[in-house]
Nanobody, 115 residues
């Protein structure tokens, strides 16, 4: 059974930090994992991705504040979010891509940043 299980969301004040975690299971040969987010009334957008070789792609809006990392052996991906802003408020979704370009999504975890 394919699963992407996220954890670590919550409510934080502006300027604070949160760390999101995602664990994948049932997916073989993952090539890339990452995080997307969707704010109310907006489209889902890329936050950050990382390949199994360590290549990252970070959205300009979070560069310098968010860091993505991965544990390939454990099929886990992390998102360290610092200096959070109210505009970072969204549901954050974990994403994984396998070698056949199949895309998998987690259920999402809410991040709310109060001003």
């Amino acid at each position: 059974q394919v699963q992407l299980v996220e954890s670590g969301g919550g409510l934080v004040q502006a300027g604070g930090s949160l760390r999101l975690s995602c664990a994948a299971s049932g997916i073989s040969r993952i090539t890339k994992m990452g995080w997307y987010r969707q704010a109310p009334g907006k489209q889902r957008e890329l936050v950050a991705t990382i390949t199994t070789s360590g290549t990252t792609n970070i959205a300009e809006s979070v560069k310098g504040r968010f860091t993505i990392s991965t544990d390939n052996a454990q099929k886990k991906v992390y998102l360290q979010m610092n200096s959070l802003k109210p505009e970072d408020t969204a549901v954050y979704y974990c994403n994984a891509v396998d070698k056949d370009w199949r895309v998998y999504w987690g259920q999402g975890t809410q991040v709310t940043v109060s001003s």
